[in-house]
Nanobody, 128 residues
């Protein structure tokens, strides 16, 4: 069973908005910090945004700061990534991740080493 399931990807134009969703397979994930990473063809996976299990202290990569917003709804057991003013360089496969209680994410929320559970990704294509 895939621990995290992403949805909401698609093909959009420059300047458009898109909202990604991530649904964990178990309610226990509500106690984990969550994050979004992305990987473009030929590039390494990179951090996009993270959020604590409380829903506080969001962190963002400089490249998306001011354009993207991460949030979570515990009642729906869902984590969101609202992406505004999309650019062609945002084109990538977007992955949802959960830290499984790993304390590394407290100090380094941007590091993939702190995240234990991963989804299979959802493709976002931004055309110019």
């Amino acid at each position: 069973q895939v621990p995290l399931v992403e949805s909401g990807g698609g093909v959009v134009q420059t300047g458009d908005s898109l909202t990604l969703s991530c649904v964990p397979s178990e309610p226990s994930f509500s106690s984990y910090a969550m994050a979004w990473f992305r990987q473009a063809p030929g590039n390494e996976r990179e951090f996009v945004a993270s959020i604590k299990f409380t829903g506080s202290s969001p962190h963002y990569a400089d490249s998306v700061k001011g354009r993207f917003a991460i949030s979570r709804d515990h009642a729906k057991n869902t984590v969101y990534l609202k992406m505004n003013f999309l650019k062609p360089e945002d084109t990538a496969v977007y992955y949802c991740a959960a830290d499984g209680g790993n304390p590394i994410t407290i100090i380094k929320p941007h590091s993939s080493e702190g995240y234990t559970y991963w989804g299979q990704g959802t493709q976002v294509n931004v055309s110019s």
